[in-house]
């Protein structure tokens, strides 16, 4: 589609919703990489997002998320402005901005003690996701589909990647689809949380509380239509990847915080690992451990648990 014709989407849908607009500019499309929607902002205050073709699971989600989260204070999140199912087209959501810059565009000019205590804010914050009653998501995932499908969907691609990883043994591929397919999948299946399940720093908004403010919080997180029930690690792994960019100190911190009695389940590093083997990240992740000689002790599975999770920060690897 050209530019004009996203536009001309996102006109009709705001003419639906009598949201009136002086101006509309395209943030993303459907059409582009690792992106199932269309974004547009709306004069700078209000964004409408057009959910894409296979996105119908994305946009009940969102709208079940981010009417839960108008209800508490504890999650900054946008609030819903206009939502509609609309037959025949696309769905859509018109939605409140987030105030600030995302943490990826402003955490490395920080300085190093308001990255820390922004990591412990977001360590409080995903502790109170994961502690929103979610039987109105049950009920949304029973219709559209969550966690199980999600499963069904990573499981075979990483795989089918470790049956055509050469350098290792016929035991070690063995041993690791083993793991991914017994030992990951009960650990997917054994807690059920709230998770955001994209905790990274394009998705976590920063502000100053005010113009003279010296140091930023945390103001909103946004894209909630990845979000499912699912094991808490989903989100502390993002956390650790791809908002810390492993930073073992700023992850300590938020781990403090996200486990207040300092405790987090046992076997944490290894159920850290089946979280992030089922995402997009897995394979990618899987790749760097072949690429740096990965494959040489004893167990695969503990070998490569430590390697992604330090025992310091996250305990023995199995």
Same mark, same amino acid.
């Given at each position: 589609?050209?530019?004009?014709?996203?536009?001309?989407?996102?006109?009709?849908a705001?003419?639906?919703a009598?949201?009136?607009?002086?101006?509309?500019?395209?943030?993303?499309?459907?059409?582009?990489?690792?992106?199932?929607?269309?974004?547009?902002?709306?004069?700078?205050? =209000?964004?409408?997002? !057009?959910?894409?073709?296979?996105? +119908?699971r /994305?946009? $009940?989600? #969102?709208?079940?998320?981010?009417?839960?989260?108008?209800?508490?204070?504890?999650?900054?999140?946008?609030?819903?402005?206009?939502?509609?199912?609309?037959?025949?087209?696309?769905?859509y959501?018109?939605?409140?901005?987030?105030?600030?810059?995302?943490?990826?565009?402003?955490?490395?000019?920080?300085?190093?003690?308001?990255?820390?205590?922004?990591?412990?804010?977001?360590?409080?914050?995903?502790?109170?996701?994961?502690?929103?009653?979610?039987?109105?998501?049950?009920?949304?995932?029973?219709?559209?589909?969550?966690?199980s499908e999600?499963?069904?969907?990573?499981?075979?691609?990483?795989?089918?990647l470790?049956?055509?990883?050469?350098?290792?043994?016929?035991?070690? =591929?063995?041993?690791? !689809?083993?793991?991914?397919?017994? +030992?990951? /999948?009960? $650990?997917? #299946?054994?807690?059920?949380?709230?998770?955001?399940?994209?905790?990274?720093?394009?998705?976590?908004?920063?502000?100053?509380?005010?113009?003279?403010?010296?140091?930023?919080?945390?103001?909103?997180?946004?894209?909630?239509?990845?979000?499912?029930?699912?094991?808490?690690?989903?989100?502390?792994?993002?956390?650790?990847?791809?908002?810390?960019?492993?930073?073992?100190?700023?992850?300590?911190?938020?781990?403090?915080?996200?486990?207040?009695?300092?405790?987090?389940?046992?076997?944490?590093?290894?159920?850290?690992?089946?979280?992030?083997?089922?995402?997009?990240?897995?394979?990618?992740?899987?790749?760097?451990?072949?690429?740096?000689?990965?494959?040489?002790?004893?167990?695969?599975?503990?070998?490569?648990?430590?390697?992604?999770?330090?025992?310091?920060?996250?305990?023995?690897?199995?």
């Amino acid at each position: 589609m050209t530019n004009e014709e996203w536009l001309a989407l996102a006109a009709t849908a705001c003419n639906h919703a009598g949201a009136e607009y002086e101006k509309i500019e395209i943030v993303a499309t459907w059409e582009q990489q690792y992106c199932a929607n269309a974004v547009y902002c709306l004069d700078n205050e =209000r964004y409408l997002k !057009i959910f894409g073709p296979t996105s +119908e699971r /994305q946009f $009940h989600f #969102e709208r079940a998320a981010l009417q839960k989260l108008a209800e508490q204070n504890e999650i900054p999140a946008p609030r819903i402005i206009t939502a509609n199912e609309r037959t025949g087209s696309r769905p859509y959501l018109i939605m409140t901005g987030v105030p600030g810059s995302t943490a990826e565009n402003v955490w490395d000019d920080l300085p190093r003690s308001n990255q820390l205590a922004i990591a412990r804010e977001l360590g409080t914050i995903t502790a109170a996701i994961h502690r929103l009653p979610y039987d109105d998501f049950a009920a949304v995932e029973q219709a559209f589909g969550g966690r199980s499908e999600h499963i069904r969907a990573y499981q075979p691609r990483l795989t089918e990647l470790v049956k055509r990883t050469e350098s290792l043994s016929t035991q070690y =591929r063995d041993d690791m !689809i083993r793991f991914l397919q017994i +030992e990951a /999948q009960e $650990h997917l #299946e054994e807690l059920t949380h709230l998770t955001h399940s994209e905790l990274a720093h394009n998705h976590i908004y920063l502000a100053k509380e005010d113009r003279g403010a010296k140091s930023w919080t945390v103001s909103g997180f946004i894209d909630w239509a990845d979000a499912m029930l699912g094991p808490p690690e989903w989100d502390v792994t993002f956390l650790w990847f791809w908002t810390f960019s492993r930073d073992q100190e700023a992850m300590r911190e938020c781990l403090q915080t996200l486990y207040t009695d300092g405790r987090p389940p046992e076997r944490f590093a290894r159920r850290c690992l089946a979280a992030i083997l089922h995402t997009h990240s897995g394979p990618g992740l899987w790749m760097e451990f072949i690429d740096q000689g990965g494959g040489r002790s004893i167990s695969i599975e503990r070998e490569l648990t430590d390697y992604l999770f330090p025992q310091e920060l996250f305990g023995p690897p199995d």
